[in-house]
């Protein structure tokens, strides 16, 4: 299972990387969500899958599951996501006042 | 128990969120701004005194014991920054009255300044590895927004990488916590320098102190710069000044609590590594400062040469260089606020940024060339000013050490520093302008009330900064004991876990 999942990550975190280098922003931006998310599955597979009872209700269970990797792992999702929200944002400004979303006519200056 | 930790956090958020509600009023705007920022620094100043006498405090979030709730640690250095980083901050927000225009004020200009400074002070205070991911974000998204606040073209262009940029750190360092905790199964920086002593450092924990690196690297602008002097360009004085005081010492603080508490145990790898960063930083921050030809890019390769010479402390990592460190660190804060806004100034008295086009100013403004002289010698490290002090400390741990190959680059780069600063003041004050442009190019308002007003800021920091340098006795002293911690990681074990 943790050979499946780290294969999961690798290949996630391949594409992520191969869209961050597009030309066009949205592409990149669905690149950095891949990326993202390759990695909160990189923290629930490094934390250890294994299965057991919620922890600490009730108290008798034999073994119980790491409640910390998901907190962590919930807490990230929501920051990607704002910060996904203000980049999608920012790329349609971009759009809509540079009349662009490719990253290589972008970089000139244009107003020298 | 103190809770006193948690209040530089906490005034600046809930000043925040009730600035929120003062959107169409900037005066009540700039006032709760003002009486936050002030109460905050007094709470700073408070805790940078109890440190002081009492040792590391901390504070266990909801009364969870460590190393199983949210720390909040406040050792001598972490006090020490976060009261600087306060201070300097005010002035930057008195010096935005004047300059950042009304139509950023009320598009919630003052509530990002807030946030920002949450995250910083947050940044700096947390002992818990993942809430520093949570509190660079609160910092980085509040930055995102100041950079983009007014929508120009460049600032766009600008935001587009800079956020491309820090959005990708941050994904390696959730992947660096990732692995981290998969090794040791712990987040309390305290816990984990325990564990990862007790473990040994060995081949994984070392890669993970790689990554952390490059994270952290990205985030100060050490070697992995790029992305500074382009970004930092785009946004109005006020919030460069702001970032470029601030920012990039949240990074060399987290290279500094990494490289000192938690992966101490491989200098050979680690340390020598940073050194070499250290150095490409210092020499690729030099060229850069030659060869541009526009005011703040010009300031804005300084920032990475300063990034450059604090991190060559970190990489040689004895006692005297340590103290080096954060003397600099304090001082450079003060340093570099006041030469951003300085170049504001100047900037907006010529109506340009390019330095061919600028001159003669001293006739108009031979006040603003003064505090600008007293700023770059300082930046420089000439002997009265507070520049000094600090670079005469890692100088000596430099050679201490034996870095002598490191030592003389810091010194050129030194040099360079002078060269250019100096250079960019004939450049501007003495000879005559030859046109001056009528349209003001930089994004800010301007009136001669406001232009007065921001002049007074800086002057009032620039005599702060004179002071810094008057009684470096006492800042001196100050880091010499804020590097106790730094020294022996025990002491802040000690004081978080056996409470």
């Known amino acids: 299972m943790e050979l499946l999942l780290a294969l999961a990550v690798g290949t996630l975190f391949a594409v992520g990387v191969y869209m961050i280098l597009a030309r066009s922003l949205l592409r990149v931006i669905l690149g950095l969500s891949l990326l993202t998310h390759s990695v909160h599955l990189l923290l629930l597979t490094m934390s250890g899958l294994k299965a057991g009872a919620p922890p600490l209700l009730g108290g008798q269970a034999e073994s119980y599951v790491d409640p910390l990797p998901q907190a962590l792992i919930l807490t990230s999702i929501v920051i990607s996501f704002g910060v996904t929200s203000l980049y999608l944002v920012l790329a349609y400004k971009t759009y809509k006042k540079l009349g662009t979303d490719d990253t290589e006519q972008l970089r000139g200056e244009a107003d020298e | ?499």
């Open chain 2, 1 to 499: 128990m103190n809770n006193i930790v948690v209040l530089p956090l906490l005034i600046p958020l809930c000043t925040a969120v009730l600035l929120l509600f003062f959107r169409s009023s900037i005066k009540l705007q700039r006032m709760v701004s003002v009486i936050g920022q002030s109460s905050s620094a007094a709470a700073c100043a408070v805790l940078l005194w109890q440190t002081g006498t009492g040792g590391v405090q901390t504070l266990a979030m909801g009364g969870w014991k460590a190393p199983y709730g949210i720390m909040f640690t406040a050792d001598f250095i972490a006090a020490l920054l976060v009261t600087a980083s306060t201070i300097v901050a005010g002035f930057c927000l008195l010096y935005s009255f004047g300059s950042v225009g009304a139509e950023r004020e009320t598009f919630y200009f003052y509530p990002f300044f807030q946030f920002l400074m949450a995250g910083v002070n947050g940044s700096f205070l947390t002992g818990d590895l993942f809430n520093l991911f949570v509190c660079f974000e609160v910092m980085l998204i509040s930055s995102y927004s100041l950079l983009l606040l007014g929508g120009t073209r460049e600032q766009l262009r600008a935001g587009l990488g800079y956020m491309l940029i820090n959005i990708m750190s941050s994904t390696l360092f959730v992947a660096a916590v990732a692995y981290l905790y998969g090794v040791t199964g712990t987040l309390n920086m305290a816990h984990l320098s325990e564990r990862i002593a007790a473990a040994g450092q060995d081949g994984i924990l070392s890669v993970i102190a790689m990554l952390f690196l490059i994270v952290f690297s990205l985030k100060a602008g050490l070697f992995l710069f790029f992305w500074l002097p382009g970004s930092y360009a785009a946004p109005p004085p006020a919030v460069t000044a702001l970032f470029a005081a601030l920012l990039t010492k949240v990074g060399l603080y987290a290279l500094i609590r990494t490289f000192t508490l938690l992966f101490p145990g491989d200098p050979e790898l680690t340390h020598s590594w940073i050194g070499w960063m250290a150095g490409a930083t210092m020499l690729l921050g030099a060229a850069g400062a030659l060869s541009s030809k526009d005011v703040m890019r010009i300031l804005n390769f300084n920032i990475v040469i300063s990034v450059g010479f604090a991190a060559f402390g970190l990489a040689v990592a004895n006692e005297a260089s340590l103290q080096g460190l954060v003397f600099y660190m304090v001082q450079d804060m003060a340093a570099k606020a006041l030469l951003f806004l300085l170049g504001g100034l100047m900037i907006r008295e010529a109506g340009t940024q390019r330095l061919d086009r600028m001159g003669g100013l001293y006739a108009s403004r031979p006040g603003l060339a003064w505090m600008f002289l007293i700023a770059a010698l300082s930046a420089a490290g000439i002997p009265p000013l507070s520049g000094f002090a600090g670079k005469l400390l890692l100088v000596q741990g430099g050679l201490q050490s034996g870095a002598y190959v490191l030592t003389a680059v810091a010194l050129a780069s030194s040099l360079i520093v002078l060269y250019t600063l100096v250079r960019l003041f004939m450049k501007v004050f003495w000879g005559t302008a030859s046109e001056r442009p009528t349209a003001c190019s930089l994004n800010e308002s301007s009136s001669p009330g406001s232009s007065r007003w921001a002049g007074i800021t800086a002057g009032v920091l620039c005599f702060l900064v004179v002071l810094l340098g008057v009684g470096s006795e006492w800042l001196a002293q100050a880091s010499s004991a804020a590097v106790l911690t730094l020294l022996d990681p025990t002491v802040y074990i000690d004081a978080v876990l056996k409470e």
